[in-house]
């Protein structure tokens, strides 16, 4: 089955910049998702990536995409104190009869002042 | 649009006892999802309904567990009889179901069982 796997804690100073990594397993993935949730909030999507895409860029979140490794980064750019929550990645493929997400354990992001 | 609705935002119950979480999808939505969170097994899809329909339940943990859609805009999630293992927090989602249209969360009901 599929398969989402993320490391579980990063920190870093307010300013610098965050990259958190996710791979996956399953090669019929074709949309990658990042979702942000902050405590006791539901999850809030941040940005997706195609799988025939490299990269995408928005604002201060850069997605890079290594479809032949099956791995996806997200870049926070000038990290905030408010940008601390945890970060899932997610992935699903196009099947009609697959539409629900498969969810990383999440990166919990701890942004230090 | 309020986006999507559950209720309660907490339930406390005793062991034994039937529980049912609300929720009510973004109007025009016709996926539903339910997803059970907890420390250790992280986030879990329970069940999801296109149209009204239960496409995939493999998540759902055992017969205590069943979950209806009678209409395009209310979903129920029942546990009965519940048991502490059934702690979790419990989010509902919905999303247009097609392409990379995305999936919007509710707040989640954190359910305790005692």
């Known amino acids: 089955g599929e398969d989402v796997e993320q490391s579980l804690f990063l920190s870093v100073r307010e300013g610098d910049s965050s990259v958190i990594n996710c791979t996956y397993t399953?090669?019929?993935?074709?949309?990658l998702y990042w979702y942000k949730q902050e405590p006791g909030a539901g999850l809030q999507l941040l940005t997706y990536?195609?799988?025939?895409?490299d990269m995408k860029q928005d604002q201060r979140l850069t997605v890079l995409l290594n479809k032949k490794d099956k791995h996806l980064s997200l870049r926070i750019a000038d990290t905030q104190t408010g940008d601390s929550a945890i970060y899932f990645c997610?992935?699903?493929?196009?099947?009609?009869?697959?539409?629900?997400?498969?969810f990383g354990s999440g990166t919990r992001l701890q942004v230090q002042p | 649009d309020a986006g999507v609705i559950q209720s309660p935002r907490h339930e406390v119950t005793e062991m034994g006892q039937e529980v049912t979480l609300r929720c009510k999808p973004i109007?025009?939505?016709?996926?539903l999802f339910w997803y059970r969170q907890t420390m250790m097994r992280g986030l879990e899809l329970l069940i999801y309904?296109?149209?009204?329909?239960?496409?995939?339940d493999s998540g759902m943990p055992e017969d205590r567990f069943s979950a209806k859609m009678p209409n395009a805009s209310f979903s129920t999630l029942k546990i009965q009889p519940s048991e502490p293992r059934d702690s979790a927090v419990y989010f509902c989602?919905?999303?247009?179901?097609?392409?990379?249209?995305?999936?919007?969360f509710g707040q989640g009901t954190r359910l305790t069982v005692v």
């Open positions: 109007s025009g939505h016709n996926s």
């Open positions: 399953d090669s019929s993935s074709t949309y």
């Open positions: 989602a919905s999303s247009l179901g097609q392409g990379s249209s995305e999936a919007f």
């Open positions: 990536i195609f799988s025939n895409m």
């Open positions: 997610a992935e699903r493929t196009s099947d009609t009869g697959r539409r629900a997400l498969t």
């Open positions: 309904f296109n149209n009204n329909v239960p496409i995939d």
